[in-house]
């Protein structure tokens, strides 16, 4: 590739033609600030509207400033990063942009956590002169089951817009009005809930200042804590122990899973447990759905659909029904961990401990807040009481553990209760893309097959980072394919395939967020650093390689479950218990 | 939970459809679709934007984000005799703002609204290259020169009575 020679800062620097000003001075260790830009360089997302300013640079011999995020080099182009001209216009930009944003730093929830903040505070900003001038925008705030919206602090950035049509391609938000009344929402800015948004979340994960955040369900859980009369369980999703401890200092991938629980234990919870659980239980349901149409298509039965397709991830759930309802029978049939776990809580758990469901509060921590809506899904109630109660993320357990005033890595490391504390290494992998088909692999090559896997335990083609990942696995003579997509713009192209009835696969893991749960709308957020979903995911295979029993099937605890309570995989029970069917919810043009 | 469900003429999602096979339902030709369907229907109501966005297979909230973007688009229905105020430059400093809050004071409306009967609906424009009669107001397609802010209200009074 064709190499150019710049200058910045003084220094010298030689990059490929077509390079940005700001990767080129990156490249030599010089942060040139930046607001709208961001790179998620793993999964291939780059927004660079130049639209903000903040970025803007000295160019010799250009008269205007440039935006470095969208200004490529020029073979002997001098730049200057931080001259006064800049320090001067980079700060009118941000006193522009705070002269039009609220003030209520103290209580926002993106506090601490805000690029709009922190550059607030890189510059030096302490007055915003001519703020008694100043116009305010003002937008009604938008409450949805998951994901609030507080467009007055939007600073039209566009990543949501970003990761909404282009990543997830669901076109939920968009930039709508010009100027000052600009901002980002959905058609008519009708309610997101309305919209074709399927809670993923990724609009939060990238969100820079407080104008998209999660439905906080903290209180909640407090209050439930704090009542006497209530038994307050805890599930506990496998993404969340790989994430946790970058909220107290740790680097990307220290797996925290023991003073994860401790803490949980010592906020109060009666009942630490496991989503892993559940995991290790959906394998069994879905797997067993997954072996029955296989051997019926190799038979030769016509009315058998193949590709089966996961169904543990609620926004792809959402996604399928809003988008592809022609195809809302090809999942499994199998609830998610989430609310098999709720379920079973409240059924089997509850007759254990000799309480009622009313007296019992699920929660689930999920790195998701798709799972958020999911709890509130009304087919997942029983007489109007929710098996999962609500859901909080990663996030909201780290904020109430700061509150609490644990030192988490200095808690001793503490094990699940028992039974639905009790998980495999198959149940685990569940939170990085790829784990979910691999943890099924496993459990129906045994079933399939009669033979242990012993040491060909890891299927190493089906791991990875790639969007759309293909593999085959020989299950003693018969091939099967295998189709895994992170991202629903990357499923979106599993699905076109399908519906052309030119799909290769027998089965297909698909999971709405970069990397799966990993990289869930409720995680620590990664300020456009993508390098720590990968750390995150190798936590996760790390702690499938800790674990003594490493498939689903094998977990005593889910075998006892079966033996006390539900009988066979797929049967009667399961099926009321553990299975769910899919719902046409597109828009519909109709003729009045 | 259930369908969203959008209710539209037959013969209008016929007619849109048209438009959009016209330009190959090709996601690009949007605003000229837009144009288009505007210059026929008078204005885009959020059932007609729907519909473009379904022939075209693009998200409604992008074809909403184009609709409210230019200010060419307009989704309320213009009144029967849309009034235009020259802004452009030459108007502007022989006093067409003083007429135009005239307007918006006699018509009890802002600019880009309609008035409740349908009748009158207030727009600003640029320069249509009548300087010489700066400020120049158009009513439909009759244009009115030198007004000045007591002229407004004889200039409605031509309207007043008829249908």
Known sequence: ?592 | MSRIKVKIKEQDLNKIRDICQAHGNQPGELINVLQQTQEHFGYLPAEIQEAVANELGLPVAKVYGVVTFYSFFTMIPQGRYPVSICTGTACYVRGADNVLQEFKRQLEIEVGETSEDGKFSLNCLRCVGACGLAPVVLVGDKTYGRVAPDGVKDILAEYQDKE
């Open chain 1, 1 to 592: 590739m064709e190499k150019v020679k710049l200058t910045i800062d003084h220094k010298e620097v030689e990059v490929p033609r077509g390079t940005t000003i700001y990767k080129a001075a990156k490249q030599i260790g010089i942060d040139i600030p930046v607001l709208c830009y961001m790179n998620l360089e793993d999964i291939g997302v780059e927004n660079k509207p130049g639209g903000c300013r903040v970025c803007s640079v000295e160019v010799e011999g250009r008269k205007n400033l440039a935006p470095a995020c969208a200004t490529e080099v020029f073979d002997g182009m001098v730049v200057k990063t931080h001259t006064m001209r800049v320090i001067n216009a980079r700060r009118t930009v941000v006193e522009f942009i705070l002269s039009d944003h609220p003030k209520d730093c103290l209580t926002c929830k993106k506090s601490g956590n805000c690029e709009l903040q922190d550059l607030a505070i890189r510059l030096g900003i302490r007055e915003i002169p001519g703020q008694e001038y100043a116009e305010m925008s003002t937008y009604k705030t938008d409450y949805s089951p998951s994901i609030v919206r507080e467009l007055d602090k939007c600073i039209m950035c566009r990543r949501c817009e970003a990761m909404c049509n282009d990543f997830q391609t669901v076109g939920a938000l968009n930039a709508f009005n010009r100027g000052f009344d600009a901002a980002v929402a959905p058609a008519f800015e009708m309610d997101l809930q309305y919209s074709p948004c399927t809670y993923c979340g990724q609009c939060v994960a990238v969100c820079p200042t407080g104008a998209l955040t999660e439905v906080d369900h903290s209180r909640d859980l407090i209050d439930a804590i704090s009542d006497p009369n209530t038994t307050v369980v805890a599930q506990t999703a496998p993404a969340v122990r790989a994430a946790l401890g970058e909220e107290f200092g740790q680097e990307p991938g220290t797996l925290v899973t023991g003073k994860m629980v401790s803490a949980l234990r010592r906020l109060g919870f009666d009942y630490v447990f496991d989503t892993d659980f559940a995991a290790d239980l959906t394998i069994m349901e879905e797997g067993t759905e997954m072996l029955d149409r296989l051997k019926k298509h190799l038979n030769g039965d016509p009315d058998v659909q193949l590709p089966i397709l996961t169904s543990c991830c609620p926004a792809w759930v959402r996604f399928i029904e809003q988008h592809f309802p022609e195809m809302k029978d090809i999942p499994s049939s199998a609830r998610s961990p989430q609310q098999m776990f709720g379920s079973i809580a409240k059924t089997y758990f509850a007759d254990k401990i000799q309480t009622k469901r009313e007296n019992m509060v699920v929660v689930s921590i999920m790195p998701c807040l798709a799972k958020k809506y999911e709890s509130q899904r009304e087919e997942f109630a029983v007489d109007g009481n929710p098996d999962v109660d609500f859901s909080i993320s990663t996030r909201e357990l780290a904020h109430l553990i700061k509150e609490a005033n644990f030192d988490l890595m200095n808690l001793p490391g503490e094990d699940f209760d028992r039974p639905m504390g009790e998980s495999t290494g198959a149940g685990v992998m569940f939170g990085t893309t790829g784990g979910v088909i691999e943890a099924a692999t496993r459990t129906a090559y045994e079933m399939h097959t009669g033979e242990n896997l012993d040491e060909k335990i890891v299927f190493e083609q089906l791991r990875g980072f790639e969007g759309i990942r293909k593999a085959t696995v020989d299950f003693n003579g018969t091939s099967i394919n295998i189709g895994i997509a992170h991202g629903l713009g990357n499923a979106r192209k599993l699905l076109e395939e399908i519906k052309e009835g030119e799909s290769e696969f027998h089965a297909i893991e698909i999971m709405a967020c970069p990397g799966g749960c990993i990289g869930g709308g409720g995680q620590p957020l990664h300020h456009n650093d993508t390098a720590i979903l990968k750390a995150r995911q190798k936590a996760i295979y790390e702690e499938d390689e800790n674990k003594p029993i490493r498939k689903s099937h094998e977990n005593p605890e889910i075998k006892t479950l079966y033996k006390e309570f539900l009988g066979e995989a797929m049967g009667e029970k399961a099926h009321k218990l553990l299975h769910t069917k899919y719902f046409d919810v597109s828009r519909k043009i109709e003729i009045s």
